[in-house]
């Protein structure tokens, strides 16, 4: 199982949906980053499930940081983040111990581990586990902000509902930084919760896109080929339980495009060379190029319903129809925004450590 990413800034989860705590371990961070445990409770916070519009599952989320940190800033050692779980109902998945729930790993898991994974809550597999990359996020995040890097997520879209596009990314990000919601509409924003609402009435769920940009990271990182900007930030965005899509700039809008439309063309700006527009979502050849760096992640809709959905019961070996208990959500777009940004940060740090060292994101 490899439960590890990162070449110099180096993550590792651990945990189970319904185990004692989740929780990471961050090493490969420079010594003398700030760490403001006020700031991984408000990122945590942005993660966690509120309203009718999401799981009645609520973690206070309380963590503890036992390592890698000394008054204040990293020591530069391995950083260790456990954060418990306390609300938990396994008795709610007894029924998926042989019958897997279709679009989650039960099946898959089961094969792979020989039946030996822990299946409470999704085990391993849960989006539980997501907490973790938000709890690291609460120090990437503001570490990044201090070197004038800034991360900002928005839902694009939702159930087919679209949210304005950016306009300004500093003043949009700005706008968004603290919503739970993550909209630059308000309007369609409630367009959104009353579609989550619907679905949840029908027993149903559904999904929804996600649109970054990361903005202040200077030309000149990533490499080519194999380790490009895109193809590390995607690998770590479908680490992410329901990601089934990852594009970049205008994504396949892009293929619809003449050449002459689809370039960015380099203007001379304060001395200084820049994209003028972000349709190749601020990477070229792997490479960034100076621009923002635009990102859209295709979230699909929760698999976990309350509709009956065929399945196959693992011990006699026939058809079976399962109806799920429990309590989930009937969206998780909107709990993923910051789980997105958490691992773009993260991803960004790595990027950054690379080409210019790992004291890059030390505290002047």
């Known amino acids: 199982m490899k439960n590890s990413i990162g070449s110099s800034v180096i993550l590792t989860l651990f945990g189970e949906s319904h185990g004692m705590s989740v929780g990471c371990v961050l090493d490969g961070l420079a010594p003398g980053i700030p760490v403001d445990e006020d700031e991984i409770r408000r990122v945590l916070a942005l993660r966690r499930p509120f309203g009718a519009i999401s799981t009645p599952r609520v973690e206070n989320d309380p963590f503890v940081i036992e390592s890698g940190v000394y008054r204040g800033k990293t020591t530069g050692t391995p950083l260790l983040i456990r954060i418990l779980n306390e609300n938990v109902r396994s008795g709610d998945y007894d029924g998926f111990l042989t019958k897997p729930r279709p679009g989650h790993a039960d099946y898959t898991a089961s094969v792979k581990y020989g039946g030996f994974q822990d299946p409470r809550g999704g085990g391993h597999f849960s989006g539980r586990v997501t907490a973790a990359l938000a709890a ?14 800034v991360i900002a997520t928005h839902i694009k879209e939702l159930a087919g509902i679209a949210d304005r596009p950016f306009r300004s990314f500093e003043a949009d990000g700005a706008l968004l930084a603290d919503k739970a919601f993550a909209v630059l509409d308000e309007g369609a924003g409630e367009r959104m919760r009353e579609a989550i609402l619907a ?16 903005t202040g990271v200077p030309a000149g990182v990533g490499e080519p080929w ?20 990852v594009s970049f700039g205008a994504g396949f809008d892009l293929a619809r495009m003449r050449g002459s439309a689809a370039n960015d063309p380099f203007v001379a700006e ?14 070229n050849g792997g490479i960034t190029n100076g621009g923002a760096i635009l990102v859209q992640t295709a979230v699909k809709p929760t698999p976990t319903i309350g509709k009956e959905q065929r399945t196959v019961d693992l011990s006699t070996g026939e058809e079976s129809v399962l109806s799920a208990a429990g309590r989930h959500d009937p969206c998780i777009v909107h709990r993923a925004r910051i789980v ?25």
């Open 136 to 149: 690291a996020g609460g120090i990437l995040l503001p570490a990044l902000r201090k070197k004038g890097i």
């Open 199 to 214: 679905a949840k009435k029908d027993g149903d769920s559904v999904g929804g896109v996600l649109e970054s940009v990361i």
């Open 226 to 245: 194999f380790d490009t900007v895109e193809g590390e930030m995607a690998k770590a965005l479908f680490s992410i339980p329901a990601v089934k899509g």
């Open 270 to 283: 304060n001395g200084a060379v820049r994209p003028a527009g972000d349709r190749q979502g601020g990477v």
């Open 340 to 364: 997105t940004d958490s691992t773009l940060a993260l991803v960004t740090a790595d990027l950054l450590a690379r080409r210019f060292g790992t004291d890059f994101l030390r505290s002047e």
